[in-house]
Each structure stands twice: as C-alpha cells, then as structure tokens.
C-alpha cells in the first residue's frame, strides 16, 4: 500500500522524559528522536540494541501524557540487529487504548522515512521489520521507499481469530 506523502512533523530535543517513560537511564542517542508522518504522527525513538528494546518496562501512563503532549498515536521505538531485519521495533500507544502492537505499517513506514532523512537508507531501499517479538506474535513488515519519497508498506498476515458479526436494525 502506497503511505501519505511522509514529513518529519518535529524533532524533539529534551528526550529524557520519553527515555525515562520507557524505563531507559542516561540514555543519550545519536540518532534524533522525531514526529515522522505517512498518514498519522508517530515519535521515532532509537535505542542502542535489541536487548534493551525487548527488556523495556514502558510506563503506559507517562506514554499516553507525551504523545499527548506532542499530538502523536505512538512512541515507536526500534534498534538494530545484526540478524538480517533492518530495525527490531516496539509500538505503544496506550493514549488509544493500544498498551502495545504486534504490526504498524504506517508507524514503520514512517520509521523507513525516518531512517532515510537520517543517513541510515539510500534514496531507494527496502526494509524489514520485525514487531511483536516482546508479544510473542512476531510480525515482518516490509517497506520499500523511493527516491522521491514515496513509501510503501506491506507483509503477510495470519488468522487469530474467526467471528460473525450480526446487525441488530
């Protein structure tokens, strides 16, 4: 699916109260943490590696005050890996009643742009993602960008549940 035309919404610049909400001390990234749009506002917050991303303790309450605050859905938060995925990642979005989410394609299409505007992708690439590890429903998301911005996003989905719904008029 093609994504909104993305945009970088803001950089945040004092991030020790999102790196705090994560439960992360004296963390201090070279990578900015910033409001990336392609369809909805998410903060993209790296961290140093993969074990510090799936031992985080998010503190659900300061998560929904801060994207709150800056007008987002989600803190977004991913590292990289040496396992073939282009980022591990992990979404919380408690200020819409989602504590976590196993797959975000736009929140990793905008990571892809994200990842692009900081000198981390060529102007064409493709991405994989993985999500949900910490769930224990691990979920590839694939992206692919283009010169002129342009993101797509897409994966494969498997069936948890089946239901009927019924219509009362």
């Not at 000198?119 to 994989?128: F, I, N, P, Q, R």
């Amino acid at each position: 699916m093609q994504m909104v035309k993305p945009r970088i919404v803001a950089t945040i610049e004092d991030t020790e109260e999102i790196y705090r909400a994560l439960g992360v001390k004296n963390y201090r990234t070279t990578m900015p943490v910033q409001i990336v749009y392609t369809g909805l506002p998410d903060l993209m917050i790296p961290l140093p590696d993969v074990t510090t991303l799936q031992s985080l303790q998010p503190d659900m309450e300061a998560i929904a005050e801060i994207t709150k605050k800056y007008d987002a859905v989600s803190f977004h938060v991913f590292a990289f890996g040496n396992d073939g995925y282009t980022a591990h990642v992990r979404d919380f979005a408690p200020l819409y009643d989602i504590p976590e989410e196993s797959a975000t394609g736009t929140a990793n299409a905008s990571l892809t742009y994200y990842l692009q505007q900081n000198g981390h992708l060529a102007s064409d690439a493709e991405c994989t993602f993985i999500q949900g590890e910490a769930m224990e429903r691990p979920s590839i998301i694939a992206t692919r960008i283009q010169s002129d911005g342009n993101v797509f996003v897409g994966g494969t989905a498997a069936i948890v549940a089946e239901g009927n719904f019924s219509y009362l008029c």
